[in-house]
């Protein structure tokens, strides 16, 4: 995003709260690191933050979101909820099925959500969301939702940019076969949040857990899973617990629960 697009941002929004307070820098470090700084400071809800690179983006697992400039969308949004500080990864779940609903309404079909963060056209990666927090005692004080999303890489430029990891990432460009209007995604992709954090706020988290499992892809599918310094192992995946933890039932008909790792179809 360059600062033309977040004028034009401002004028595409239609949310209540979600980015009416943005900071836009070319450069950052990382969209939420940067976003924390600004919520221990006491930023309000709905602040958002948007960097057209980052070099050095975070994701899950102390991964590197690769970042490069000029052509997708790196934004971080801060959450105030009152709720009990276990329950944040939901924020991640919410994440993901705005992302994908914003994703399918410019008209990509075979989108997939991939527990418990990644947002997947055609077996590949596309988006993910990076989830951060900051509590009082056992409540929320504040939780930043970091997304990123590959919006106009082409695959020329994922293969020459994202080293090891090109083989298993895709954009949307890469799909759709044409350039997306970066400053319309991020609005409409806000207001997708928006909702989704009503809803939550309304319905409570079942509705959003259940939103999320029939969205999911893996469901009742082989999953082989690995989780670091454990032997991998194969299993059916079931759903995913109250706190958002995956389970799966192995071949001998135990559950076992997956609270990080990587769990894929087989
Ligand atoms: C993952 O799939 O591992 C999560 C990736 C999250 C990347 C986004 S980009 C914007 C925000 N700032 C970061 O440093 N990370 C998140």
Redesign the pocket.
Known sequence: MTSTMIRKLNGLLRTQSLGKVIHYQEEMG????ELIGLGEKGASEGTVVIADK?T?????LE?T?I?PAGANL???ILFRPEIVATDSPLFTFLASIALKETIERIGVTSTKIKWP??IQIDGKKVA???TEMRSKRAMVDFIVV???ININMSRDSIDKEMGKVARIATSIKENLGKDIDRAKFTADLLLELEKWYQIFRSKGKKAILREWTDEWGDLNKRVRVNVEGEPEFEATALGIDDEGYLLVKTDDGEINKVIAGDVSAI
Not at 56 to 60: I, L, N, P, S, V
Request: positive net charge.
């Open positions: 990382s969209t939420n690191t980052q050095e983006g975070k994701g899950r991964r979101w970042s790196y934004i971080s963060n990644d993910g969301v990076l970091g997304i990123g």
